[in-house]
């Protein structure tokens, strides 16, 4: 064991699961910016351990892995990205008489640590998120914006999959239809729809530009207006 620990060996596969956790990270919240607090940190630090405690595992009871786990590479890859999947599986399920199943094996022990660092990941998020769309949303007139602002970011991303699209456009569609709802809670709630796919950045840039353009508009109709004024003057 004293040997197994001084090869560091096991650093490598820690390294592979932390990676498992990021990339799980991005997939749920779609970008890099979103990812720098200390939960998010605590979630990429249990999938370590985790593929530590699997190659330590796989080392110490010497189990079979086939042709792969004969090198050590191959075990620490192995190691890396299989551990979440071994250690969030279930030996067997216990199903209570209100029907609820209880998982019996690791993933009964990590997913306690895995849903809490998630949950507080996302109230920490969210917290930030409505903070910052208070503001950057205030004052829009939804039913424009509602229009508009999708049609200003799906022009500007080419990353959105054909899927991903049809759910925004599917989710604001929703968000339109709703009509017990005051037009300053739907602000916010399409902010928070758009920030799944945009990021914060971009969406106020986007928000900017609409309102320039809203400017621009009004603008345009008081001339227009003034215009129509001194037409009438003069043949008065």
């Not at 004293?2 to 650093?11: E, G, H, K, M, R």
């Not at 490598?12 to 956790?21: F, K, N, R, S, Y």
């Not at 910016?33 to 998010?40: A, G, M, Q």
């Not at 249990?46 to 792969?68: C, D, H, P, R």
Request: with cysteine; hydrophobic share 45%.
């Amino acid at each position: 064991m004293c040997n197994l620990l001084n090869s560091f060996l096991w650093i490598w596969p820690g390294l592979i699961g932390l990676a498992v956790g990021l990339a799980e990270l991005l997939n749920r919240y779609k970008s890099f910016e979103k990812l720098f607090n200390w939960y998010s940190w605590i979630y990429m630090i249990i999938n370590f351990l985790a593929s530590v405690l699997v190659y330590f595992i796989f080392t110490i009871y010497n189990i079979k892995l086939g042709e792969i786990g004969t090198q050590k590479l191959g075990l620490i890859l192995v190691s890396g990205i299989s551990a979440m999947g071994f250690l969030r599986s279930s030996f067997f399920n216990y199903k209570t008489s209100n029907d609820k199943v209880i998982e019996v094996g690791p993933a009964a022990f990590l997913n306690i640590f895995l849903t809490a660092a998630q949950r507080q990941f996302d109230q920490t998020l969210s917290e930030q998120n409505l903070n910052k769309l208070e503001k950057t949303m205030e004052g829009l007139n939804f039913v424009s914006a509602s229009k508009d602002l999708p049609i200003i970011i799906l022009s500007s991303m080419r990353v959105l999959t054909t899927e991903e699209q049809k759910d925004l456009s599917d989710e604001i569609l929703r968000l339109v239809n709703d009509t017990n709802t005051t037009n300053d809670v739907k602000n916010i709630a399409l902010g928070v729809i758009l920030l799944k796919y945009t990021g914060m950045h971009l969406l106020e840039k986007a928000v900017q530009i609409l309102r320039n353009i809203y400017k621009k508009e009004v603008h345009k109709s008081l001339e227009r207006i003034n215009e129509i004024q001194q037409q009438i003057s003069k043949i008065v």
